[in-house]
């Protein structure tokens, strides 16, 4: 079996996955190290496999994005995002666009040596590499070494074509579809942002690996081997580029986890006052968006007095302190995953877990998107039937109420198909496909 180590960007909603693929590998006899900034070193832990010290961004996010220490510059940066998301979908991505120029290709050197220094240590056969983390994906290109590509959010992440944009939503909800003018605004951020990042990576791979060829187009880097995706294949979507295995694992929801004595003490006493719980959480970034959380709460407790809400609130649980009572449960964060499976319908940013996770667990959600591919993984879920779809900045609190009805009528039912497909896929599933890759790899060489 082969020795694999997963390289992870020091965020919680990138690394929670890797660490599941990890623990999938282990199971399957291979020899897994984790290799993250050592905030994270208790994943590996858990995942049952070795941790390595590797740092491939300058900025973190280990739980909650607010409460994360950070350089003032990154802190900054963070009070920019969350101001953008105010002024809605079109003056974020360009807010995230300028931002990505900044920290994409942060210290490329060193994570280059870094790894460098690391595969003459542990000589591992394969590495799985975030395809986010683009400075190690660069690395490893340079440096001719084998891998695999993890895409933690929607499949267009992975550049579909000459047209695909990296940071342009493939298509949008019908709630936020921009108009024509502030969408080609964006388009030319984008356009820019791609000739800049091909320029700089191609010049990396020049003085690094001037005999290696060469990157091509930046946010189209990927392994020639394997593209895993924590996605399922939904047939609207674009056909990724060929070349690659495109793997589409459904989702990595490991296995299941019961709910601490605490938390199933809250949901009896919500139960008791609630004919149906419903669970709202925006993201470790996007709980800073305390004003949206509180029109979902404000609405479920003003138009109806048969729901409870479990709120995950981050760092402003103070804030929202007064709405706590009979019917609701404030919580700096949530165990989502083990509270999936008790609630029936939740409120999300439209990360790419949490609606795999829905789909998973069979829970129709009401879908707020802010930024990044949440607008795409919104329009999915629209298009899927198994979620609505609401403008969080126009967001009224008496608009909660009926959507959550309308969730329970009509999309609870919709959510079979979804969850009996990714009940056959998840973590084992992709850990079979990229070790039967490896070894084809293997052999042809």
């Known amino acids: 079996m082969p020795r694999v180590v997963i390289i992870s960007p020091p965020f919680l909603s990138h690394a929670g996955p890797l660490s599941v693929l990890a623990a999938a590998l282990r199971d399957r006899g291979a020899d897994v190290h984790f290799a993250c900034t050592e905030a ?16 491939v961004s300058r ?19 963070l009070s920019e995002f969350l101001d953008a998301t105010r002024l809605g979908a079109i003056p974020t991505l360009i807010t995230q666009a300028r931002h990505r120029r900044a920290d994409m290709l942060a210290d490329p050197d060193a994570v280059f040596e870094d790894l460098r220094s690391l595969d003459e240590r542990l000589r591992p056969d394969w590495y799985v590499v975030d395809q986010l983390s683009y400075a190690a994906t660069l690395a490893l290109h340079c440096l001719g070494l084998r891998y695999a590509t993890f895409c933690p959010g929607h499949p267009t992440y992975v550049l579909a074509g000459p047209d695909s944009w990296f940071g342009v939503p493939y298509d949008w909800p019908g709630a936020l579809r921009p108009d024509a003018g502030r969408l080609a605004q964006l388009l030319g951020v984008a356009r820019e ?24 187009r930046a946010f189209a880097l990927t392994s020639p081997h394997t593209v895993l995706y924590a996605y399922p294949r939904l047939p609207w979507l674009p056909e990724p580029p060929t070349g690659p295995d495109h793997v589409h694992a459904g989702h990595m929801v490991g296995p299941a986890q019961p709910l601490d004595d605490d938390w199933s003490q809250r949901l009896r006493r919500l139960r008791s006052r609630a004919r149906r719980v419903v669970l709202v959480a925006l993201g470790t970034f996007l709980s800073a968006r305390d004003d949206v959380l509180r029109a979902v709460v404000s609405g479920v407790l003003e138009g109806t007095d048969s729901t409870g809400v479990v709120v995950a609130a981050g760092q402003r649980t103070a804030a929202l302190a007064d709405l706590a009572g009979d019917r609701v449960v404030v919580a700096p964060s949530v165990p989502q995953q083990s509270l999936l499976p008790h609630v029936d319908a939740m409120v999300h940013h439209g990360g790419a877990n949490s609606f795999t996770e829905c789909l998973r667990f069979g829970v129709p959600a009401l879908i707020l998107p802010f930024s990044s591919d949440q607008f795409a993984v919104a329009y999915d879920g629209e298009r899927a039937g198994v979620a609505l779809v609401r ?55």
């Open 40 to 55: 994270f070193e208790p994943l590996a832990t858990r995942a049952g496999v070795r941790f390595v010290p590797l740092s």
């Open 391 to 445: 403008d969080p900045n126009t967001l009224s609190p008496l608009d909660v109420p009926a959507a959550l009805d309308a969730l329970l009528v009509a999309g609870r039912p919709r959510m079979g198909r979804w969850t009996r497909e990714l009940a056959r896929r998840g973590p084992d599933f992709a850990a079979a496909r990229l070790l039967a890759t490896m070894g084809e790899a293997v052999r042809a060489r």
């Open 193 to 216: 942002n791609d000739r800049a990042f091909t320029e700089r990576f191609d010049a990396f791979a020049r003085d690094r690996a001037p005999d290696a060829p060469g990157p091509g």
């Open 59 to 77: 900025n973190e996010n280990t739980a909650v994005a607010e409460g994360t220490r950070q350089e003032a510059a990154e802190a900054a940066r």
